[in-house]
């Protein structure tokens, strides 16, 4: 009875919303306001930490990852691959209901992989699950995956969203990745008012396997609504008035939202975003590695950090950041160019440069996360060893775009460097970035090549761990992508006072299943 | 009339025909395709795959080829499907044209229930330290900012005083948006209706008027108003567009789920084809307007329709 009841207040609170009109939330829902919206609810459509987050609550994975981001079992109890890694098989948990109440299996999974591998409308993210060939129901607990070629970065993948299990029920419902998103998550689509709101409820027959959440059941909370507010200050009144319970807060604002102990800061770990340098290496004077080391030598990334975003961002040494397979700071600090501006200075006259004759270059940064500022105190410090950098700040479109056709531009004797970011789960990120052709036809080699071929098929996790710290070896004593910070955006949470139990997985999930709200 | 109102009809068509080749033109010299800025920061996908998705959009098609199948569809009464999870652009419009237009009507209307009464009193004691008072409002008012006003108005009378609610959807939550593009919009109708009126009052029909012995109150009821009024009806019609353009800083505060945020949201991700949706919508609204406001100029002054 009273489950009926919530579902009728929630459909009319969906239907009220619907109509334009201001529906309070009820007192067991908790309000999570954000900058921005999902681009869709369908995990084949879209790529944005946005649309992840929400996915990770409706849909299921068949892994799960722990707090240091390694996969554990999930809806896939337990799996076994060959040999030669080219087949996995998974088996799956008993009695896993989607929200329509038909029950989750192999069927479901071999749907999801088969509309990732769709002919006509594949998913955007196809590449990631790797050389997937085929997909087998064994029986209604096992599925068999079988690759044309080893790939190993596929179980991380199958713990993140990406690779949400898509219940096959979706087939035939309407609207799906709009307004119908059967999953088996702890949390069921109510509604989705795009640009506005997203209403969900507790799946009441919830289990979690296991999901980073101390709760093994339901959500506490009968509902979770994430709303769009895209202005700062504006989540931060909302915030301040109880409109809302967890909100990203207006950076600035931060230190002093810490002083009053108005509200608890939650500052999300092992986010696998990573901010780095990065060079156009094509042409003078970054085609010359000794100016790339000079830029890594006169930057010291943890004053710099320190002083713009204190205790809220730490310095990075590997390529990859934290949380992710084959990071280990030790070993990294021993390649990473240390900063030391006597040894820059040193480089920069090896190379003909003076204070009459600088080095010049243009510092590509993307605006926003008060990163412009941190690119204004790392223009001072290049500036101490002599090197003249022009900061340009841009949206990220214009950045890629810019970074690509400057990597590409091999005339000319301005450089450019940019301070980019990258986000991923696994070190398969490097991959996509400094295997020939490169995400932004970046530097490339065909020792780089085939180290980074090999990352790829390794199946004993030390080789492949030994194969990848080649990479980070050759990156770093290369300078070709110097690690600067982690995390590096949208990981920040201002939250209630009363609100108990909010905790930020891995990768930048959010996890409402331990969540209470108190009086 | 209908000749009048059918070249005014022609018209429009042919602004809005030319702002969409404009626009087609302008979003594709910003740098960035919308794939690229899909698979920012973030591995997703192989460059052939990123390439496939490009053809499967039409992206890889030159600028014209482009507009052709926009127009080709839009003959169709399709807008097409957004690059950012393939909905149809038309919905997501329709979804948010209707909170825009509520919030400009709202603050066209708050623009012109203080800012005309204010011009008129002014003007009607010009010279005085109320005309002064008056307009001196009026100059602060043009020169708030949306934002900084917007902020203001939150922070008063949804934090402080806790009266509305801070964001949302809702009635209430029309009040402080409608409030802020409202007041700036009723200082500029305040400032052109009192210059507008003032002009009239020292023209000679209105001393021939006083001349003839009609009391005050008829004569500036029958003829300043009326004649005063005109340059304020063709404001209004400019003030309309500008309104819904300033609505997207004040959507974007009080998260207020119009055209104007998406549009901007569009813009960073290089969606083209809810670029090209909103500029359209925008177009026609604006057009339908102007079209409105020269009908009531000629309903109001016959020279017009005859012109």
Known sequence: MTEMRTKSWRTAAAIGLAAGLAVPAQAADIVWARYGDIDTLDPHRATSTLSLQVWSLIYDTLLAVDADGNPVPHVAKSWTSNEAGTEYTFSLQEGVMCHDGTPLDASDVKYTIDQAFSETTPSVTKGSWGPITGAEVVDPLTIKLTLDTPFVAMIPFLADSFSSIICDSNADAEGFGTTTAIGSGPWKLISWTKGDRIVLEKNADYTNFGKLADNPGAPYEDGLIIAVVPEPQARYAALTTGEVHIAEPPFDDVPAIKDSGDLNIIVAENTGQNVFWEFAAHRPPFNDKRARLAVAHATDAATAINLIYGDLSIPEMCPVSRGVFGNDQDFCAQYRPEYDPDKSRALLAELGYSDDNPLETALLVWTGGNRQKLGEVFQAQLAEVGIKASIEIMDIGSLNARVRQENENTEGTTGSMDMMTWSWYDPDILYALWHTPGAYRGYTSPELDAILDETRVLTDPDARKAKVQEAFRYLLENAIHVPLYTPGWEWVFAVRPEVEGFKVAPFVYPIFSDVKIGG | ?307
């Open chain 2, 1 to 307: 009339m209908w000749r009048f109102l059918s070249t005014r009809i022609a018209m429009g068509a042919l602004t809005i025909l030319a702002t969409t080749v404009l626009v087609t033109l302008l979003i594709h010299a910003v740098p960035g395709d919308p794939v690229q800025i899909m698979y920012a920061q973030s591995q997703g996908t192989t460059p052939e795959q990123i390439e496939e998705v490009r053809r499967s959009l039409g992206l890889d098609r030159s600028i014209p080829v482009q507009y052709a199948m926009f127009m080709e569809r839009l003959l169709q009464g399709d807008l097409g499907t957004t690059i950012r999870g393939g909905q149809p652009v038309l919905d997501v419009i329709l979804q948010r044209l209707p909170n825009t237009l509520v919030l400009a009507c709202s603050a066209m209307f708050i623009a012109i229930v203080i800012g005309i009464p204010i011009g008129f009193l002014a003007a009607y004691r010009e010279g005085s330290l109320v005309d002064t008072g008056l307009m001196i409002l009026a100059i602060a008012g043009i020169s708030m900012p949306h934002f900084w006003l917007g902020l203001m108005l939150l922070f008063f009378f949804a934090l402080e005083l806790g009266w509305l609610p801070v964001s949302g959807n809702g009635p209430l939550n029309l009040i402080l948006p409608a409030l802020t593009l409202g007041l700036s919009n009723a200082a500029i109708f305040a400032r052109l209706t009192r210059s507008s009126m003032i002009d009239v009052m020292h023209q000679d029909f209105v001393q021939t008027a006083y001349a003839k012995g009609l009391p005050k109150s008829l004569v500036l009821r029958r003829h300043v108003l009326r004649a005063g009024f005109l340059p304020v009806v063709t404001m209004m019609g400019l003030q309309f567009a500008f309104m819904m353009g300033g609505a997207i800083v004040v959507e974007n505060i009080f998260s207020w789920n119009g055209v104007g945020r998406m549009a901007v949201e569009a813009i960073f991700q290089r969606d083209y084809p809810v670029i090209q949706g909103f500029i359209l919508t925008f177009s026609v609204v604006v057009v339908v307007v102007a079209i409105g406001i020269d009908a009531l100029y000629a309903v109001l002054d016959p020279r017009i329709r005859r012109a």
